[in-house]
């Protein structure tokens, strides 16, 4: 080959290269959100299972007992607000946090079992911890029983695992992300108004969703976060 058909030959090339590379940039931006979308849509569907499974509406720290009462477990103090997954922590726009003291998006994963009450999708929905009542329980005569108060009750334990072992991180490597705070209620109040959201942050990395969204707040002020809603069934 010549040098002048060499030449033409690379000018060929960087005029593809051009012209293409810019649709599979698209292609591989549009995979990602897929992907994530699909993945959002995965641990949505298994807190809902898990809910069922184990006759609640919202997570717990210590699990729901085996007791013939209402356990301690069930206290409001004892609820688990965010539930995060692998990666890393995505920016987090300030006009989505709350007032001190409440949860938010950025709260860091803390051991469980400690004060904290922000847990893992794994602890919660593969491990089973903090130990919800399993299989192995279901021979004690008296359980409890979220249904009729302290009758004996065989249906609801924790069937999982509920996902593969992994979970997260996104497409763009940082946390997938829940706000179970907003599942269920409190004895005695009123049902949220606010989304229970299981969310990616998107390609920018900055979580652009109110931690207490409703269905407006995602319309209008989410950008490009990827979420799935939590059925309101389990609320």
């Not at 292609?27 to 184990?54: F, G, H, K, N, P």
């Not at 356990?71 to 001190?100: C, F, K, Q, W, Y």
Request: glycine fraction near 8%; aromatic fraction near 8%; charge should be negative.
């Amino acid at each position: 080959m010549s040098l002048v058909e060499a030449t033409v030959v690379l000018a060929v090339i960087s005029a593809l290269t051009a012209v293409l590379a810019p649709s599979i940039r698209d292609y591989i931006d549009a995979s990602r959100q897929a992907r994530a979308q699909e993945d959002v849509a995965v641990l949505a569907a298994a807190m809902s299972r898990m809910l069922t499974d184990i006759g609640e509406t919202f997570f717990l720290r210590d699990g729901n007992g085996t007791t013939t009462t209402d356990p301690p477990s069930r206290g409001s103090t004892n609820r688990v607000n965010l539930l995060v997954g692998n990666g890393m922590i995505p920016t987090i726009e300030t006009s989505v946090d709350r007032a001190p003291g409440n949860t938010d998006w950025d709260d860091t994963l803390d051991t469980p079992g400690a004060s904290a009450d922000v847990w893992s999708f794994y602890d919660q929905l593969v491990a089973n911890q903090p130990a919800y009542r399993s299989a192995a329980e279901m021979n004690v005569a008296a359980q409890f029983d979220p249904d009729g108060g302290d009758e004996g009750n065989s249906e609801f334990y924790w069937r999982g695992a509920y996902l593969t072992p992994i979970v997260g991180p996104d497409p763009w490597g940082y946390r997938y992300m829940a706000n179970v705070e907003f599942l269920g209620h409190p004895s005695g109040s009123s049902p949220s108004e606010n989304d229970v959201v299981v969310l990616s942050a998107g390609p920018n990395a900055r979580v652009d969703t109110a931690f207490a969204a409703t269905t407006p707040t995602l319309a209008t002020d989410s950008f490009d976060d990827i979420h799935a809603l939590v059925s309101g069934g389990t609320r």
